[in-house]
């Protein structure tokens, strides 16, 4: 006999992971705070970042080495030698944009590897993914992780629009990135 | 509650019973939207009882989702899709040849495009579980076509994770997602079987698989010069809406009428391939029309409007079938093929049927 306990679950899931705190330590300002880059080939993510990037340099004293890289293989989280390198080369590190249905999950993947590996991140998705973003926090163990969103769409922008999102980022990005954001964190 | 006393498999057995287990399962969130059939460890069993494989033995991933496919996962989807436990070998063999298409390990299921598998199957397992090849072969009406193919579906639902809304994220989707599962109508092809072209002997059964956006169709009762006929599909494969990167793969289902003719003018699958390959495509004038007339580095297209219009962009990258597989499927009824979206390419690489695909092992050949 059999009864509904009886039938098989389809999903082969048992348990939850179970991840390490996903929040690298923080510095209270950007001075000299060398940038890592990494962009997903998604039409404007190359240019916000480096809009960012110039509004960091110029408006809160970020150096002028930046690690820019592609990750070329948008869909999946970003290869363990790009992590690496991006881990030995950085201090801040912007990722971006979570613009599709696959590259938004991963953005945060990777987001969260960094963090975990020491350097913290600001990943930028757009806000019409939030559904995966926030599903790949939760894969990774990370319910909480905390990404930044754009309005969507992003890849039609021409490139004064681009500049003006990543003016209307800036304040977050900072926050994200800093102490400040540490504070928020355990304040909320 | 005459749930829990109500006998795995008895011939009378309590509809009520049996409505409460499929309430059951939709509660779990593990239904596609249509009725499971409730998988128990004995029915499950039957179907791990067709193949000579290792239930726990890993058959697919998406490591960044956290998630595996095993045997015995594909077989609880497969049994919850409605097959019955001798199609299972088709449904491993339909699951291999999709894993071969390099777009469903990466980001494909997850992607905007919402793309779905075309399954096609050759060879004798056809009839053996009565696969149709014939009228309306893109379906419904027929439960291994439906079944295997919606267990394609249910695998990446449930064992892989990517559930609408959630890590799925089509915008559209298409009609028929997860519902295409054609048997090619080898008996009324002038030509080899995909399965052949896809590395398989021919008479031995095997499934093909490629991701799809959709597909199309070309409705031409109107011309008996081959020329016409194939220019009217190629004015379908070129259509703009369709471009996103420099080139694209496409797939042709003829009908057998279509198929026939071409061939009695003496075109083999190559000969209408190479024909089709040389003229598809558009014009940079119709390009920048649409805003697709530039490619960048990475091969994404893009509204550059500068280029010269006299300039014409080829749709497909190779000329073989990897580019464009050519598949005869449908009644002998009418002109009326399809032309079907393919998303990133066919591997190619046709998988064969392992196990037993009869119901009973007495009554069983090996395949």
Redesign the interface.
């Known amino acids: 006999?059999?009864?509904?306990a009886?039938?098989?679950?389809?999903?082969?899931?048992t348990t939850t992971?179970i991840g390490g705190a996903a929040s690298a330590p923080r510095r209270t300002d950007l001075t000299g705070v060398r940038l890592g880059l990494l962009e997903n080939?998604k039409?404007n993510a190359a240019l916000l970042l480096e809009e960012l990037a110039t509004l960091l340099q110029e408006q809160h004293g970020a150096s002028t080495t930046v690690l820019r890289r592609t990750k070329t293989?948008?869909?999946?989280?970003l290869p363990e030698e790009q992590l690496t390198e991006l881990v030995r080369e950085c201090d801040v590190v912007l990722v971006g944009v979570g613009d599709?249905?696959?590259?938004?999950?991963?953005a945060v993947?990777d987001g969260i590897a960094l963090e975990r590996a020491g350097v913290p991140a600001a990943v930028i998705c757009s806000d019409a993914?939030t559904?995966?973003a926030s599903?790949?926090a939760e894969?990774q163990g990370a319910p909480g992780y905390h990404y930044l969103t754009t309005a969507h769409p992003v890849a039609i922008l021409d490139p004064e629009a681009v500049a003006e999102r990543a003016r209307q980022l800036l304040p977050e990005v900072l926050t994200t990135v800093t102490g400040a954001s540490a504070v928020q964190k355990q304040a909320s | 509650m005459t749930?829990?006393?109500?006998?795995?498999v008895v011939p009378d057995a309590d509809p009520e019973a049996a409505q409460?287990?499929i309430e059951?399962?939709y509660a779990?969130g593990?239904s596609d939207g249509l009725p499971l059939v409730?998988?128990?460890?004995s029915l499950?069993d039957r179907f791990l009882a067709t193949v000579d494989r290792q239930p726990d033995e890993v058959i697919g991933a998406l490591e960044?989702?956290?998630?595996?496919?095993?045997v015995e996962?594909a077989a609880?989807?497969a049994a919850?899709a409605g097959c019955r436990p001798e199609y299972f070998p088709v449904v491993l063999a339909a699951w291999e040849a999709v894993q071969r298409d390099r777009s469903a390990k990466?980001?494909?299921w997850?992607?905007?495009s919402g793309p779905s598998p075309l399954l096609v199957v050759n060879g004798p397992v056809r009839e053996e579980l009565g696969f149709n090849a014939a009228g309306g072969v893109f379906g419904p009406g027929f439960r291994p076509n439906m079944t295997v193919a919606r267990s394609i579906g249910?695998m990446v639902r449930?064992?892989l994770?990517v559930v609408p809304?959630?890590?799925?994220?089509?915008t559209q989707g298409l009609p028929g997602r997860w519902q295409v599962c054609l048997a090619e109508n080898e008996e009324e092809s002038p030509w080899e079987p995909l399965s052949v072209e896809g590395g398989v002997p021919a008479g031995t059964s095997a499934v093909s698989g490629m991701l799809t956006r959709t597909a199309e169709y070309v409705d031409n009762r109107h011309t008996a010069d081959p020329e016409q006929l194939l220019a009217d599909f190629a004015d379908t494969i070129s259509r703009s809406g369709a471009a996103i990167f420099r080139h694209h793969p496409a797939a042709v289902v003829f009908c057998p009428e279509h198929a026939q003719m071409l061939a009695g003018a003496g075109m083999s699958k190559a000969d209408v391939r190479a024909w089709l390959v040389e003229r598809c495509g558009k014009s940079k004038a119709d390009l920048i029309r649409v805003g697709k007339d530039g490619v960048g580095d990475?091969g994404?297209r893009?509204a550059d409007g500068t280029t010269d219009p006299e300039v014409f962009d080829r749709l497909f990258a190779t000329g073989g079938p990897e580019a464009l597989p050519i598949v005869v499927a449908g009644a002998r009824n009418a002109g009326i093929s399809m032309v079907v979206r393919v998303f990133a390419g066919w591997s190619a690489s046709s998988v064969p049927v392992v196990g037993r695909t009869t119901p009973t092992t007495q009554a069983g050949a090996q395949q």
């Open positions: 006999m059999a009864t509904l009886d039938i098989l679950d389809p999903t082969g899931q992971r080939t039409h293989a948008f869909a999946l989280p599709c249905g696959s590259c938004s999950a991963s993947a993914f559904a995966t599903g790949m894969v | 749930v829990t006393e109500a006998p795995a409460a287990a059951h399962c779990q593990w409730p998988a128990t460890r499950v960044h989702l956290n998630r595996t496919v095993t996962l609880v989807n919850m990466g980001g494909g997850q992607s905007t249910l449930n064992a994770g809304h959630g890590f799925e994220q089509a990475n994404v893009s």
